[in-house]
């Protein structure tokens, strides 16, 4: 039986990977009177006259909501808000064995922006954290954008934002491997949706020079017609030198190619047509763009994928707990380029120079430092930056 096919049989057997634990025994008329009435009284008021007593007196300190519309599951598309929820169910038991975050799925039905914004923001005022997911472009940038403004607590889409951090991480290490540098090396990312701009926008604060964005449509340039308002902001921020044409195009004499789009879209020959050593990551599941053996036979130094059962990993797990965790811990009100950036310096560092290698660039996701490590830097650069509580 493959890996589906017995995840499915899981998925019957568990009938659901997270449940609600009470905190508090309830054995008497005491304990009884202490959680709920009569006592529960006080802690309302106490509430009521000060909002952000409900971080000490209540669960919500720990508790990230994890919510979708179900646009955008993992590669499966436009599958519906109920559908998406194995995989809700899933980023909450990784929140919890992590971080020990508690957080809680919710899959909402509506894909209307408006409706959703209002929504998520009603809602707010029960959590610490808010983590979107599996939500399609350009929609998601424009939601996250507007919760980021309403809500006073972080909102953050771990599609664009965890994807970045992580992926930054490994291009930090793999340029050590390669002996380039960030603002030296030309950068093609396949893939304009939600991760492709993201990773785009995180690298270029990391300090990335030379940038070229492309998707189904060809190289993204200023002056290109039909484009988005969030294509149209990129090819401002991208392309210096104003390329045009197609992928292939734009990875001749390409340092790093960073795949976010379909399986396939790059050959031998592409990679073959790139700088010397370069730095190849495919990351479309489960088909990446290009296999690693046939990367490695065209000439790549350093391989990376989304996939657990190839080196280098390029896995989210990596990033999100220990983000959360980090803002949780000092009441951040945003979680900013600043942690962002911090978070992928902390991943990277956990790989001493000493075990550095084109096949270790991240550590693994069961790697028990990652989590501390991450938090720490997290929370360190909330409180640098000014959006600490705490």
Do not use: W
């Given at each position: 039986m493959d890996i589906k096919m017995r995840s499915l049989e899981k998925h019957r057997d568990w009938k659901g990977k997270i449940e609600v634990v009470s905190r508090t025994p309830i054995i008497n008329s005491e304990d009884l009177s202490l959680a709920y009435t009569p006592g529960v009284a006080e802690p309302c008021l106490a509430i009521q006259k000060d909002p952000e007593e409900s971080f000490h007196l209540t669960r919500r300190w720990n508790l990230v909501a994890?919510?979708?519309?179900?646009?955008?599951?993992?590669?499966?598309?436009?599958?519906?808000?109920?559908?998406?929820?194995?995989?809700?169910?899933?980023?909450?038991?990784?929140?919890?064995?992590?971080?020990?975050?508690?957080?809680?799925?919710?899959?909402?039905?509506?894909?209307?922006?408006?409706?959703?914004?209002?929504?998520?923001?009603?809602?707010?005022?029960?959590?610490?954290?808010?983590?979107?997911?599996?939500?399609?472009?350009?929609?998601?940038?424009?939601?996250?954008?507007?919760?980021?403004?309403?809500?006073?607590?972080?909102?953050?889409?771990?599609?664009?934002?965890?994807?970045?951090?992580?992926?930054?991480?490994?291009?930090?290490?793999?340029?050590?491997?390669?002996?380039?540098?960030?603002?030296?090396?030309?950068?093609v990312i396949n893939g304009a949706g939600s991760a492709g701009i993201a990773i785009a926008k995180h690298l270029l604060k990391l300090g990335v020079k030379n940038m070229i964005l492309c998707d189904k449509f060809g190289v993204l340039h200023d002056g290109l017609s039909n484009l988005n308002p969030a294509h149209e902001e990129m090819a401002k921020l991208t392309n210096p030198e104003k390329l045009t044409g197609t992928l292939k195009d734009a990875l001749q004499g390409a340092d790093v190619f960073i795949g976010v789009s379909a399986p396939g879209v790059v050959k031998p020959e592409d990679v073959r047509s790139m700088a010397k050593d370069p730095i190849v990551f495919p990351m479309a599941n489960p088909t990446p763009e290009i296999m690693p053996d046939l990367a490695f036979s065209a000439g790549a130094s350093v391989v990376g994928t989304g996939r657990s059962d190839f080196p280098n990993q390029i896995n989210n797990v990596l990033a999100f707990p220990g983000i959360f965790r980090g803002a949780l811990d000092v009441r951040a009100e945003d979680i900013n380029d600043e942690m962002k950036m911090a978070a992928s310096y902390a991943i990277a560092g956990l790989v001493s120079p000493e075990e550095l290698s084109a096949d270790y660039i991240l550590p693994k996701a069961f790697d028990n430092r990652v989590g501390k490590a991450v938090s720490e830097a997290v929370a360190k650069a909330a409180r640098e930056s000014g959006v600490a509580r705490k």
């Open positions: 994890v919510i979708t519309d179900g646009s955008a599951v993992l590669g499966l598309g436009d599958i519906g808000p109920e559908a998406g929820m194995p995989v809700m169910e899933g980023k909450c038991v990784l929140f919890k064995e992590f971080a020990d975050v508690d957080a809680f799925p919710l899959c909402v039905k509506t894909q209307d922006i408006d409706e959703l914004v209002q929504t998520i923001y009603n809602i707010s005022g029960s959590f610490g954290g808010i983590n979107l997911e599996d939500i399609a472009a350009p929609r998601c940038f424009e939601i996250e954008r507007r919760l980021k403004e309403l809500c006073d607590i972080p909102v953050f889409h771990d599609d664009q934002h965890g994807t970045a951090i992580v992926l930054a991480a490994a291009l930090l290490n793999a340029l050590k491997v390669v002996n380039k540098e960030i603002d030296e090396v030309k950068i």
